[in-house]
């Protein structure tokens, strides 16, 4: 265990201790509260509740893919070649992000991307003046709504990883037990298959939501930090290019931590009433 003590130590207590205490210092080292006070203002507030828009959409979407599609790779009848596939696939997908991820989606969806131009020369439709429901602005890979959608490359295959172990959990002999019962399948999911899905598809969710919280690079790359995101706040209080308050960039580090911590404190009573159902 000490390996794993010390590893933890230097890499995770040590990291999120400063920061905690960094949060309540000034720049002459006083003590204050000032800086978590900020957080409420704007334009960190809207940073805020962008970056938790992002997540919890990200999350949602993501993860009810990512079951539709391990599913239907995993079940039965399907050819085991399409799993290998699709696993091998979700591996590189998941951890493709950032600057590179970025600009491949430029290419791509941009004002002169490939598939946006293919839509103008081909069906004489701009992607540029559809409005996405919910939305009173017309879209723009580089909004909100387009980075919702480039996360989705790597939330959904992330998703794919985490459920398959899961879904390869439900057997076969519980299916033709409940069929053989005179159980339907929507019966099947209700009482059986979702009750043991759903502690793990809870972990996923919590965990795709952090993937998306944290995520920093793609968006910076995607929008040069036109978009107000907490990660992208941060980085420029850090850089010290323009603004140079590390003691603020601590503070909005600080908030994240609360944000997670109470997505845990809602996560462990609901992993516990799941738990009694598998039992």
């Known amino acids: ?17 400063t920061v905690i205490v960094g949060a309540f210092q000034t720049q002459d080292g006083g003590w204050s509260i ?13 940073a805020f509740k962008n970056s938790i828009e992002v997540s919890v959409v990200t999350a949602l979407v993501g ?11 995993i079940r039965d009848g399907t050819p085991r070649w399409i799993r290998g596939m699709l696993t091998t696939f979700s591996g590189v997908a998941a951890n493709f992000a950032g600057i590179p991820l970025a600009f491949a989606f430029i290419a791509t969806l941009g004002t002169i991307g ?17 409005t996405p429901p919910g939305s009173d602005t017309t879209f723009s890979l580089f909004s909100k709504t ?30 033709e037990a409940a069929s053989s019962l005179g159980a339907s399948s929507w019966q099947f999911w209700r009482y059986v298959g979702f009750p043991i899905l759903f502690p793990s598809l809870l972990s996923a969710m919590v965990l795709l939501f952090g993937n998306s919280f944290a995520a920093y690079a793609t968006a910076y790359g995607l929008t040069a930090g036109g978009i ?8 420029f209080f850090i ?37 009694r159902w598998v039992r």
């Open 34 to 46: 000032d800086n978590i006070q900020k957080l409420f203002e704007e334009p960190y507030r809207t």
């Open 114 to 130: 490939i598939v946006t131009s293919f839509l103008q020369n081909v069906f004489g439709f701009s992607l540029y003046d559809w």
């Open 63 to 73: 993860g009810a893919l990512g079951v539709a599609i391990a599913y239907a790779a």
């Open 239 to 275: 850089g010290g290019d323009v603004l140079d308050d590390p003691h603020l960039a601590q503070a909005l580090a600080f908030g994240m931590f609360v944000v997670l911590g109470l997505m845990m404190l809602a996560y462990i009573p609901l992993q516990r009433v799941s738990s």
């Open 146 to 175: 387009g980075i919702e959608i480039v996360y989705l490359y790597f939330q959904i295959p992330l998703m794919i990883l985490v459920i398959a172990p899961a879904i390869d959990g439900l057997r076969r002999e519980w299916r």
């Open 228 to 235: 107000g995101l907490v990660p992208i706040v941060i980085g």
């Open 1 to 17: 265990m000490l390996p794993f003590l010390a590893y933890t130590t230097a890499f995770l207590l040590l990291p999120a201790g």
